[in-house]
């Protein structure tokens, strides 16, 4: 049989130990198969988490055991089973890319393909404020000094727009128009790239004006962000020292999210609205940012109107 030259020559350049630079360059074989940024920013955290402790270990042949160890290894950090198996599958993904480069056999990379992941069990539980104390939460900072009005107005627009961080970090005022006499933020682009409006309500939208007026920025000025100084990272700083403040531990900005989710609906809102207004392709995921329960003792099926005590009335002749 005859023998492929290029294949010949991808099976002689194939490794069991990869180095630094074999493992940078799968490493940016896979971000740039990856259209989304967000995805992108995610591997790369994961990829890179991998590669310091691959290369801090005793270098072993790369494989299924090595995967295998790296898992226990995440297991034992006591992480969450869905950032674990997130881990994992960065690696599954630097596998493959290093694999289609001739740096390791196909057989190699179908073993480490089997390592499975962590099991979920139950549900863990989220974390939501309550009206009051988003409230307090949006009224923490000192409203006399320009920081103080920036972080007022971002604090304000998590909870009440539902804001993911990068989003809040990427927003500018060109965002902010008037659609059907109110104000909104306009073709915002989320997470996947999917673009969406969201509703702004009066009382944050006087609070963007605040500071626009004390930093001096008008219309004139395009192209300035109200958060140039921000970023994911100080939004994560500003939600951790502000809900200190007021007494509640271990907030994260993602939990004001999901308090948008919770306040809505007791609000009355629509499940679909809310849907909209977080920008979820799946109801399935708006309903997890609820956190519906089933409440026995005010269950829905005790008051439908049936019964022996219901008295149906008798249609008029």
């Known amino acids: 049989m005859k023998r492929n030259p290029r294949h010949e020559g991808k099976r002689s350049r194939a490794k069991s130990i ?3 630079p074999d493992l940078e360059a799968a490493k940016s074989a896979v971000l740039n198969s990856l259209s989304s940024a967000d995805a992108q920013r995610g591997y790369r955290h994961a990829i890179d988490e991998f590669v310091e402790w691959y290369c801090s270990e005793p270098r072993l042949s ?3 055991t090595v995967v295998l160890r790296y898992r226990m290894h995440l297991e034992s950090r006591t992480l969450a089973p869905g950032t674990i198996n997130l881990r994992l599958g960065a690696v599954r993904r630097l596998t493959y890319e290093a694999a289609d480069c001739g740096l390791f056999s196909a057989g190699l990379a179908a073993g480490v ?4 992941g962590v099991k979920k069990l139950g549900v863990r539980l989220g974390n939501w404020l309550t009206a009051e104390q988003a409230q307090a939460l949006c009224q923490a900072p000192d409203r006399e000094n320009l920081k103080g009005k920036r ?6 627009l998590l909870p009440a727009c539902g804001l993911r961080r990068h989003e809040l970090a990427k927003l500018i005022f060109s965002h902010l128009q008037q659609r059907e006499g109110h104000w909104a933020i306009v073709d915002l682009r989320g997470k996947a790239g999917h673009v969406r409006t969201i509703p702004v309500p009066d009382w944050v939208h006087g609070l963007l004006d605040d500071l626009k007026a004390a930093a001096d920025i008008n219309e004139g000025s395009a192209g300035r962000a109200w958060g ?3 970023t994911e990272k100080l939004v994560w700083h500003v939600v951790k ?3 200190g403040k007021i007494g509640v531990g271990k907030l994260a900005p993602h939990d004001l999210r999901r308090s948008c989710a919770r306040l809505c609906r007791a609000a009355g809102g629509e499940l679909e609205q809310i849907q909209f207004l977080l920008g979820h392709v799946s109801v399935q995921t708006t309903e997890r940012y609820l956190g519906c329960t089933q409440r026995i003792s005010s269950a829905v099926n005790h008051r439908i109107g049936i019964g022996p005590d219901f008295e149906a009335s008798t249609p008029e002749q």
């Not at 393909?113 to 499975?116: A, E, P």
């Not at 972080?151 to 304000?156: F, H, K, P, S």
């Open 18 to 20: 990869l180095r630094l």
């Open 62 to 64: 790369f494989g299924k």
């Open 113 to 116: 393909r089997r390592v499975k």
């Open 151 to 156: 972080d007022r107005a971002l604090l304000a």
């Open 228 to 230: 140039e100084a921000v």
């Open 241 to 243: 020292a502000f809900s």
